[in-house]
């Protein structure tokens, strides 16, 4: 509606200009003879849409001599020999309307960035860092991409480390994403300095890239990303129930579940993830907790059994998180007789947990599953009929409900 508005609004700022056209056009072909121009203007009032179409004093002053001289009709001083006003004001209003319209008329084209494929790329740079710019543009700096020489390269991937954080801007993190995988090797100073930024998104977006780049992802890296401390530290803080593959102040969905990406990959790389394992158990996040203590029990590091143990049995009640107690139950399973004296002393709290902490006992113990464990496993899950052949493959424990 507004837009359309804007655009109705071209005809009649078209129309004025042209009139001032025309004025200046007849105000040049008459010439500047000596009569009285009228007052002086001085600040603001010599652009003054009125004053510049406002037709001149005009009384002739040839016989007033010497000069100065006072114009009798508009009591305007004159100290040289004064010239009636030329078209040139009125030409310069036209010009500015007529371009006024010409925008107006063309809202739809701007507002869609059309005009972002004629902006030079270091302008057009330096536009996203202070205005809210249309897809166009992002789509245009893409596409750019790898035209770039190395400096504007380098203000690109800057660009969008900056847009992976939580702002208003709708889907410009997707866009970065793009770009600082397309980046490749060059990306990575970027993405490591990211893991230091106080933004919560920001900080996690850049970690799941990281291991991305780590895993090979990029067709473009001309070696493998070794991943440093600080990226375990921060997929480990990932774990968390942060909410961020759902914004529901926006309501729209994101396309990453870094609780879950960062669980895989701290069980493909257990012994560097473990330093941090311990304060993630002991945090009061439970999601962030239970990972963790999975990770311990899946990767089967039993010096950290005591504090995971704990966390792991008390995933075995019934309760509203989906896939934790299938997940648990594995992982106690790799935990082994570390775990049985905690599995042994647990008091249950419903049915459910009663009967696996029996059977994770029974199969530590080197006992089968029989026909009521099978209906027990199967009320709890139908990803695996035996948890101890999830063991071999703990990444297809992977809930998908977790965030």
């Known amino acids: 509606m ?20 025309f004025l200046a056009a007849w105000r040049l072909a008459r010439g500047r003879g000596p009569g009285c121009p009228g ?14 179409l406002a037709p001149a004093c005009g009384y002739d002053l040839t016989g007033l001599l010497p000069f100065p001289v006072t114009c009798p009709e508009c009591g305007t001083l004159h100290r040289s020999q004064p010239r009636r006003r030329g078209g040139r004001r009125a030409a310069m209003l036209g010009v500015a309307l007529v371009a006024l319209a010409a925008c107006c008329w063309s809202v739809r084209w701007l507002r869609r960035g059309g005009w972002t494929a004629y902006t030079p790329t270091p302008v057009l740079i330096s536009m996203q860092n202070v205005l809210p710019m249309p897809s166009a543009a992002y789509t245009e700096l893409s596409r750019r991409q790898d035209l770039m020489g190395e400096h504007q390269t380098q203000r690109l991937l800057r660009l969008a480390v900056e847009n992976l954080g939580d702002d208003d801007r709708a889907w410009n993190a997707d866009w970065a994403v793009g770009v600082l995988r397309h980046g490749s090797d060059r990306s990575v100073p970027f993405l490591e300095a990211a893991l230091d930024s106080t933004d919560w998104q920001r900080r996690q977006i850049a970690a799941w890239l990281l291991q991305g780049l780590s895993r090979g992802e990029s067709v473009r890296a001309t070696s493998l990303y070794v991943p440093s401390d600080r990226l375990f530290e921060v997929l480990v803080e990932g774990l968390r129930d942060d909410e961020l593959p759902y914004d529901h102040r926006r309501k729209r969905e994101t396309w990453i579940a870094n609780g879950m990406d960062a669980f895989e990959f701290l069980l493909r790389h257990p ?116 948890p101890v052949t999830m063991l071999i493959n703990p990444t297809r424990l992977r809930a998908g409900m977790f965030r």
């Open 2 to 21: 507004i837009t359309r508005l804007i655009q109705h609004a071209a005809a009649p700022l078209g129309v004025v200009g042209i009139a001032c056209l």
């Open 39 to 52: 007052p002086v203007l001085r600040g603001l009032a010599r652009v003054s849409p009125v004053r510049l």
């Open 271 to 386: 012994a560097r993830a473990a330093p941090f394992l311990p304060a993630a158990i002991a945090s009061a996040d439970e999601q962030q907790a239970f990972l963790a203590a999975a990770v311990v029990g899946l990767s089967k590091q039993t010096d950290l059994a005591p504090i995971a143990t704990l966390v792991l049995i008390a995933n075995l009640r019934a309760d509203t998180t989906p896939g934790n107690a299938r997940m648990a139950l594995p992982a106690l399973l790799g935990l082994g007789e570390t775990a049985k004296v905690a599995l042994e002393a647990a008091v249950p709290l419903d049915g459910q947990q009663a009967m696996l902490i029996d059977l994770a006992l029974r199969l530590i113990d080197g006992g089968g599953i029989n026909d009521a464990d099978r209906l027990t496993i199967r009320a709890m899950t139908d990803l695996y009929n035996d």
